[in-house]
């Protein structure tokens, strides 16, 4: 039997990739901190089909041991302060966990586990205020905020740990992808849940946004800058070019995202057309919410994983929305019961 270990198992991704590697016969390891495996997340349900072993990614001993006690086949490196917006209050953090984190893991794999197999999740936006759209494997990185800076760092370091010690070491370049997982602070959640709310007459919203506030205040959702355009994918389809970039015979680096590109604003047309609202009524522009410096137009080319991963994105941008606009109108639901 195979086994693999995913850091960042309670996330979105982590989740998602524990279920599919489970269903393809793995034993999955996942690394998770105590406080956040102890309260509800998104691998709870998984409880009992998956060994979990405490650590910190800013730990090194405790990433070492990780790696020592599972001795998988596979590592997924998936975890991280996963808020571009949220990178400059938390520079130094993020960059403890997103980059040496990385190389924490590298180093473990390099001393304990060499023939292990090692996926890093690296970001679109290390391709930050570009000119080249749409973007591939070798366009420029040019990142804009501490996030990007430390996924710029980590992916260099994975190709230099592959070079240098001969590790089996792959990226994904990851576009944004998102599901009913995503946590509330993302702003596509953020506006599911602000279609959900429209669509069941909530006007002050039970959940807070970052500033301590409802996120749906007097009937209104606040947003920022509403031009920014992004590349939107299904993180269930995402998990799947996961598994496929560690089955390829070499270490390779894979953009990954769905090849188009919607505004906010259409997401917020979408999202409140799924529940026939018009979403002008509901939207209202917050100038203290757009970031100091925002990447450029995200867009991927994913070329070389169509002709060697086989990707294929199965959920579209519409199909997508709805999962989540429906998943936040259960969730309101069941609150109000
Ligand atoms: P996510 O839902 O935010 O999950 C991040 C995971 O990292 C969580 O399990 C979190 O655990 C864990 N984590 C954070 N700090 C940690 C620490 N110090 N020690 C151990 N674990 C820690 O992110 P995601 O959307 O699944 O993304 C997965 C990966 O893909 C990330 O590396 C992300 O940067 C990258 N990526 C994602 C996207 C996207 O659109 N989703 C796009 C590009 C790249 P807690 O529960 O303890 O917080």
New binding site residues.
Partial sequence: MKKALI????????SFLAELLIKKGYRVFG???KD?WNRQ?NASHLSGQIDILF????EEVEIASAVQDAKPDEIYN?????RPGESWARATETLE??GL?AVRLFEAVRHHCPESRVYH?S???MFGQTNCVPQNEQTPFNPVNPYAAAKVYAHQMAKIYRDSYGLYIATGI?????SERR?LHFLTQKIAYGAACAALGILDSPDLNEMGRPIVQHGKLALGNLEIARDWGY?GDFVQTMWATLQQEQPDNFVIGTGKLHSLRDLCETAYHCVDKDWQENVVNDPALVRPLESGQMLADPSKAREQLGWEPTVSFDELVKKMVMAQMLRLKKRGD
Avoid: C
């Avoid at 650590?55 to 800013?58: D, E, L, Q, Y």
């Avoid at 990851?174 to 998102?178: D, G, R, S």
């Fill in positions: 850091t960042g198992i309670t996330g979105q991704d982590g690394l998770a901190r956040s997340n650590g910190n990614m800013s998936l975890a991280s302060q996963s966990v997103n984190g999740a970001s679109s936006e990851l576009f944004n992808h998102e946590p993180a």
